[in-house]
């Protein structure tokens, strides 16, 4: 069993920055991958970042790469997700999700994840 727990969302103008942060507990393993997935109202929820715990490979999805940043600090069984140059179309709900076996985590398909947060609320004004 995997707890996760968002943090770190507000309401910023666009143009500006946010990190997200997702606290991790339970058993993980070396191929268990975290992602950060997004949903908009009346829309699906999608893949944005995600990475293996080791070794670290990273994914995003075409509309946040250059923009957003996955990272972890293992130590702190805690992973990250910087957002800069935030536009209106980044508002949603952000959500923490971990595919124990690390299945699914280059493509970020929310079935293949199993344990997820309650997430984080994002808000971009123009």
């Known amino acids: 069993q995997v707890q996760l727990v968002e943090s770190g969302g507000g309401s910023v103008q666009a143009g500006g920055s946010l990190r997200l942060s997702c606290a991790a507990s339970g058993t993980m393993y070396r191929n268990t991958c975290v992602g950060w997935f997004r949903q908009a109202p009346e829309k699906e929820r999608e893949g944005v970042a995600s990475m293996y715990r080791d070794p670290s490979s990273t994914y995003y999805a075409d509309s946040v790469k250059g923009r957003f940043t996955i990272s972890q600090d293992l130590g702190k069984s805690t992973v990250y997700l910087e957002v800069n140059s935030l536009k209106a179309e980044d508002t949603g709900m952000y959500y923490c999700?971990?595919?124990?076996?690390?299945?699914?985590?280059?493509?970020?398909?929310?079935?293949?994840?199993?344990?997820w947060g309650q997430g984080t609320q994002v808000t971009v004004s123009s």
């Open positions: 999700a971990a595919s124990l076996y690390g299945i699914g985590c280059s493509k970020m398909s929310p079935p293949d994840f199993d344990y």
